[in-house]
């Protein structure tokens, strides 16, 4: 953070604090069989595929580029509207470090807690993050956050709130002199491998012709000795998420909310056909089923139900995270980690991403405060005591105190309202591969067998964009800084824009799961280096992804995955070939 003028305030809040306290967060990688496309069949109707389908991002969306540069493409609407220069500043702060202090003070501000340096420590390749056997932020394309929470219904539930003492995100990494609120070495991962049927009765190893696969999945434990907070946590479990790719992301962000409210009406109608409770196949939270609509309601100002407040109070529905917490790309999962991952702030974010917990084990700890004091040009300095140092330090680490509110509108915004700009038109402006191989008969097959088998029902493969009416925030409508934009485009991201449960072992924190975007996923190994997959990345190809759908008898993917289980491999093949040409 930078700090102007806070000398005397802290000075004068000192003296307050010292009354008071006297009293008292083939091929992997879908590359074609023969080497390349037949370029002669792209942009042609062939068996089973519409001309539009080679283009799963529209016009406006997706670039022909599919080798080991795809997923860092920007997309025709960003030339069209003469914002490259725009574009590639963006890219600069997604692919460079930040740093407390830097020669580019472009990229300063790191800290004080942090959970990455760079937003592609988590995105390889511009991917979905690698698997890995550790927690270490310096690990490259580890794209794993910690989700800390008390667990409830038991000691194995995936279900319960977050803890308090440290972020949503939690942060491992810290700046001196403070150190991290979770300690790296007392985080222990560990993958273990199914054997004998799932729960479900269906093989964990192999199909029923013979063919062996293996199902690995995460536990993770973390020492209370870990944490440098006070209070330590207590009765706390802790699950894995990946983070996933970013191309493509401007285009889900132009779905009309009508569109998506179509999807919950005609899953809703589907369940009451099968026999089902809608309540366990739409998450309730989001999907009224008595009044057939949204759960919540818009008008109460503020978040509730699928409703979401953005900053200016607009109301619109979530779609944005695995739990959809977001509702607008601009005020979603990537314009807040430009914020909360390196602890970065600007002009409509002028705060710390902290917690009260952290700020006062910091403010406690004699080391910190004796470090402070070796250093007088230390913002935290204050008056030079070990009360004044203490005070300093809870005060400008705290985001709940009153002082705190007070002092940080003396903090500098450390990325200008510009620079954020320049990154979301590049967060808007990524692209989405061509597909590949679609004249290929066994791609043909592939997507006949995958709708037959009632994997499209929630992979949903086609939508229409609206006018994207986007939201926008202050920070750019103000000054008339544009974005992308795609309106009524033909894509193909093959997500419902709905969360789903599938019950997996150690599974996925709050259970409900929106249904990834298949898109491009094809080309991930030669982009990223991997092909790890589902929200923890215990899936290492396709066929692992499938078969975690059918681990759980309550899957709410299990009939289908059932028929994928059952398919003659010739088949099964196929539907793979398909996944990698999309």
Known sequence: MRFNNLRPLLIGIVATFALVSCHDDDVKGGISTNG??????????????????????????????????????????????DLTSAFKRGEIFFEHDF????????????????????????HPGYGHGKRTTRYNADDRGNGYLLVIYHPVDGANSDDGPYISEVTGMPQTRAVSPFLPPVEEDGINMTWTALTGNMPSGISATQFPDGEKYELIYPTVTILPTAFNTNPIPTNYAVRLESTIGLYGTGLLDAIPQDSIKAEYQRQAAQAKARGQKVSDVLNPGFWNAEANDWAGDPTLGKANGAWYKLADGTMRVKRFTYAMTRASLQDGAGANAMWNIPNVSRSDRHYLYTTTAWATAMSENPDVI????????????????????????KTLLDPKTDQFNNAYHNFSPEMTDENFWQYMVWHRGLAVPRARDLNDATVQRGKAVFNQIGCASCHRAKWQTGPDDMWSPSILTTKALSLPTYAYQTIYPYTDMLQHRLYMKNGIHGSWCRTTPLWGRGLSYVNTGAEDRLHDCR???????????????????????????NL??????????????I
């Open 539 to 565: 899936a290492r190809n396709e066929i692992e992804a499938i078969m975690w759908h059918a681990y759980s008898e309550n899957s709410d993917a299990l009939w289908a995955a059932k028929k994928f289980y």
């Open 36 to 81: 390349e496309d037949d370029y002669s069949y792209v942009g042609k109707a062939v068996a089973g595929f519409d001309i539009s389908e080679w283009y799963p991002g529209g016009d406006r969306g997706t670039t022909d580029n599919t080798t080991a540069s795809a997923y860092e493409d920007e997309t025709p609407a960003i030339t069209k509207a």
């Open 99 to 122: 740093l407390e202090k830097s020669t580019t003070p472009d990229l300063e501000g790191l800290g004080p807690a942090y959970v990455r340096q760079a937003c592609i420590d988590c």
């Open 568 to 581: 003659p491999k010739s088949d099964r093949d196929a539907v793979v070939k398909f996944l990698r040409s």
């Open 370 to 393: 004796a470090k402070i004091k070796a250093n007088p040009a230390s913002p935290y300095y204050n008056d030079g005591t070990d009360a004044g140092i203490a005070a300093a330090v």
